[in-house]
């Protein structure tokens, strides 16, 4: 899919960055890091999903309709 080329650079920024560091704690055996690093990431994950909602409605909308 292209949706990550379509987005705010903001948001693919972020995340890659933050799976790149998770990966870095869980290389160094890091699990405490890494466990307080996936929490923050999985609450981004919540408001950039609501964010990117109310930018980009049509992204979502096709979904929508399919579970209508």
Same mark, same amino acid.
């Given at each position: 899919? %292209? #949706? +990550?080329?379509? /987005?705010?650079?903001?948001? =693919?920024?972020?995340?890659? @960055? =933050?799976?790149?560091?998770?990966?870095?704690? +869980?290389? *160094? @055996?890091? *699990? &405490?890091?890494? !466990? &307080? /690093? #996936? @929490?923050?990431? +999985?609450?981004? $994950? $919540?408001? %950039?999903?609501?964010? /990117?909602? !109310? *930018?980009?409605?049509? $992204?979502? *909308?096709? !979904?929508?309709?399919?579970?209508?």
């Amino acid at each position: 899919s %292209d #949706l +990550l080329v379509d /987005l705010d650079d903001y948001y =693919t920024q972020r995340t890659v @960055g =933050t799976h790149e560091q998770m990966v870095r704690y +869980l290389q *160094k @055996g890091n *699990k &405490e890091a890494y !466990r &307080e /690093l #996936l @929490g923050k990431h +999985l609450g981004y $994950i $919540i408001q %950039d999903t609501e964010d /990117l909602r !109310r *930018k980009n409605p049509d $992204i979502f *909308k096709e !979904r929508q309709e399919e579970n209508d």
